[in-house]
């Protein structure tokens, strides 16, 4: 069975770096983390500075850290895509902290959406060719750093959801079988061979953008992403046996959902669980989805601009407005958390954003 590792992050100096480096030792890292390109995947999705939705500035500092000392000659790329309704990542890179680490560490960054595409035969259940960025295809390994969080649409994200984001633009039209394409994105990508979640603050409830952010305190590692993704499930209170990407992905070949757990006792810290009926954005689409001929007009016209609009203002105005802005206050003004984050928030003149 893999090793998946489960370490509890203390309260003190560097706290969240220890605990994430004795996950990677762990579940020795170094096996599984070499050659002369690396890629860091994080979780860019949000260009607005609401703890739990992005992977945090400490845990991308603390791999970094770790991945230049093994491979002090690698050409190291780190980045996301833009989401299908906006282009974020540039903003997110800039709130989150991430384009100092850049500096700081000599690397690259990359948004994926800007990058030339290659079409790419997929021996995959529902899609049978996708187009990727050349850099991925290029890459010797792709290190992940997911966020677990809630999710509306697949009950939660983490390693295996990650992927998602390897699709540089148009994924949105594959929302109706996102399990399968999910497993599928994962199988391709064999080159992805080690991972570190972001467990310290979660989002629950109607995320992985709307949600709730959750205090956790918690860093998983491992090399197999269907052992950490079904861990991960059993932390947040879910049934993996119910989660559809964790299941196709098994069955494809991508691993297994069996694992034994390194590190600290292991516990469950039950998250609320996502109703996408009560999350408008996910509402409306899966809805229309399902009616052939507004299906397309909104996706496959013109109008899907409107709509893309529409999301978009929900998410940065109305929603972050009247909630998203109060849930990060209490994380950045009332918890140890504040240290990572009250730098960034008062870079952005207290608005989180740029």
Same mark, same amino acid.
């Given at each position: ?229 079904? *861990? *991960? ?122």
């Amino acid at each position: 069975m893999s090793k998946v590792a489960f370490v509890k992050v203390k309260h003190v100096e560097n706290g969240v770096h220890e605990a994430v480096w004795r996950a990677m030792e762990l579940t020795d890292w170094k096996k599984y983390v070499n050659g002369k390109k690396i890629f860091v995947k994080i979780n860019g999705i949000s260009d607005q500075l609401v703890p739990g939705q992005c992977t945090s500035p400490w845990v991308v500092d603390a791999v970094l850290k770790k991945i230049k000392e093994h491979l002090p000659r690698a050409e190291i790329f780190i980045g996301d895509a833009n989401l299908a309704a906006t282009e974020q990542l540039d903003k997110s890179a800039e709130v989150w902290g991430i384009k100092e680490l850049v500096k700081k560490y000599k690397i690259k960054f990359v948004n994926l959406s800007h990058q030339p595409l290659v079409e790419t035969h997929l021996p995959g259940k529902k899609v049978h060719k996708l187009n990727f960025p050349k850099i991925l295809l290029d890459v010797d390994c792709i290190v992940n750093l997911p966020v677990a969080k809630a999710h509306c649409l697949t009950k939660i994200t983490c390693c295996l959801k990650n992927h998602w984001g390897l699709i540089p633009r148009f994924r949105h039209q594959y929302h109706i079988y996102v399990n399968d394409v999910i497993a599928d994105i994962n199988k391709f990508f064999s080159k992805t061979t080690y991972n570190v979640v972001d467990a310290t603050i979660c989002l629950e409830g109607n995320a992985p953008r709307t949600g709730i952010p959750k205090i956790c305190d918690v860093i998983f590692a491992g090399h197999d992403r269907v052992s950490i993704d079904t *861990a *991960a499930a059993v932390f947040m209170g879910f049934d993996p046996k119910k989660i559809g990407h964790i299941l196709e992905s098994e069955k494809r070949g991508v691993g297994e959902t069996k694992y034994t757990i390194v590190g600290d006792k292991f516990y469950v810290d039950k998250f609320i669980e996502p109703e996408p009926s009560k999350q408008p954005i996910f509402f409306w689409e899966m809805l229309m989805r399902k009616v052939p001929i507004a299906s397309y007009l909104i996706f496959r016209t013109p109008l899907f601009k409107i709509a893309a609009w529409g999301a978009t203002k929900y998410n940065t105005l109305w929603w972050y407005n009247l909630t998203g802005k109060k849930y990060a206050k209490e994380i950045i003004f009332d918890t140890w958390y504040g240290k990572e984050f009250r730098p960034l928030w008062d870079r952005s003149g207290g608005k989180g954003t740029i």
